[in-house]
Each structure stands twice: as structure tokens, then as C-alpha cells.
Nanobody
Framework: QVQLVESGGGLVQAGGSLRLSCAAS????????MAWYRQAPGNQRELVAR???????IYADSVKGRFTIYTDDVKNTVYLQMNSLKPEDTAVYYC?????????????WGQGTQVTVSS
């Protein structure tokens, strides 16, 4: 089992910055990946950024150059630094991870944190 606790959401003006945090209940070395997703009203949940255990990262095209995902292995925490925020970044942001049990990867989600960007 893995518990994920997110924090750091809020209201910010366009052009501003926020940093989201997601603390895992176990060592992130034991997890296949850590990722951030987001879901805006009426839209499907979409991948924002993902980091694997070897440090490889991928980003959605819409956030490349503005968002950075990174981990603190001591705190078992993944962060999403969001700069140059736009109103279209407004969404509930979710942390996700995957834990292997045998040959099956089980997904775990956080509860979500609201990010609102005003124009």
C-alpha cells in the first residue's frame, strides 16, 4: 500500500508560480514512477509530468519549459514547480505512483489539490 498526500495548491494570478508537493508513505526508490496529472471541469484527466526511478522525466507539451518535476529522496516527496502559470492550467492536480507486486503494477492516487489561475 502507498498513501500519497498532496499540498501546495491555491489561487494565483497569471504569470505567477506555485509548487505542489506529494509525500509518499514509503521510499520512492520502491516505486516505479511518480507523476502529476490534472483534471479540469468537463475534461479528462491528463498527464502533466512524470519521473521514473532512474530520474527520467517526461512532460505534456502544454507545460514544457514552464513546469519541472523533481524528487527529494530523503523526504519521499515529489514536487511540481509551476512557473509562468496560465488560466488554462486551472485544474485539480493529482499525484500518482505505481507499485510492483510480482509482475503487476498497482496504481495509487492522491486526493488532489486545486490550482486556480486568474487572468
Amino acid at each position: 500500500q502507498v498513501q500519497l498526500v498532496e499540498s501546495g495548491g491555491g489561487l494565483v494570478q497569471a504569470g505567477g508560480s506555485l509548487r505542489l508537493s506529494c509525500a509518499a508513505s514509503r521510499s520512492i526508490y520502491s516505486l516505479n514512477f511518480m507523476a502529476w496529472y490534472r483534471q479540469a471541469p468537463g475534461n479528462q484527466r491528463e498527464l502533466v509530468a512524470r519521473i521514473t526511478s532512474d530520474g527520467s522525466t517526461i512532460y505534456a507539451d502544454s507545460v514544457k519549459g514552464r513546469f519541472t518535476i523533481y524528487t527529494d529522496d530523503v523526504k519521499n516527496t515529489v514536487y511540481l514547480q509551476m512557473n509562468s502559470l496560465k488560466p488554462e492550467d486551472t485544474a485539480v492536480y493529482y499525484c500518482k505512483t505505481g507499485l510492483m507486486r510480482g509482475y503487476i503494477e498497482y496504481p495509487y492516487w492522491g486526493q488532489g489539490t486545486q490550482v486556480t489561475v486568474s487572468s
